[in-house]
């Protein structure tokens, strides 16, 4: 087969590739994190929305569902973090003044 690898470069490849999964997923995690921050800004209600998805026990009846709900918390939590500090007035950054 073309491109599959054998001994050591196999063995090589797959230890290099489980960092590199973990980083593409935090990206992609913070990707999708940026993203609904966004598009809540534009629109709240959005995040009723999600919160109906993910807190539904359908969507959380496989372990894909389970760990979609999981990261769906931290990225709400997160959220609610951030709006919480933006809107004490003291913004994200007040040391930039």
């Not at 973990?22 to 809540?40: D, F, G, P, W, Y």
């Not at 709400?76 to 709006?83: K, S, V, Y």
């Amino acid at each position: 087969m073309a491109g599959r690898r054998t001994g050591k470069s196999a063995m090589a490849s797959k230890s290099q590739g489980i960092p590199d999964l973990e980083q593409r997923l935090l990206a992609e995690e913070r990707l999708l994190s940026t993203l609904v921050a966004v598009l809540s800004a534009r629109d709240p209600s959005i995040l009723d929305e999600l919160e109906e998805v993910f807190s539904n026990p359908e969507f959380a009846s496989d372990p894909a569902g389970r760990a979609a709900t999981q990261v769906w918390r931290r990225v709400a939590d997160d959220l609610a973090r951030t709006r919480s500090m933006v809107s004490s007035g003291g913004g994200l950054w007040p040391a930039a003044r």
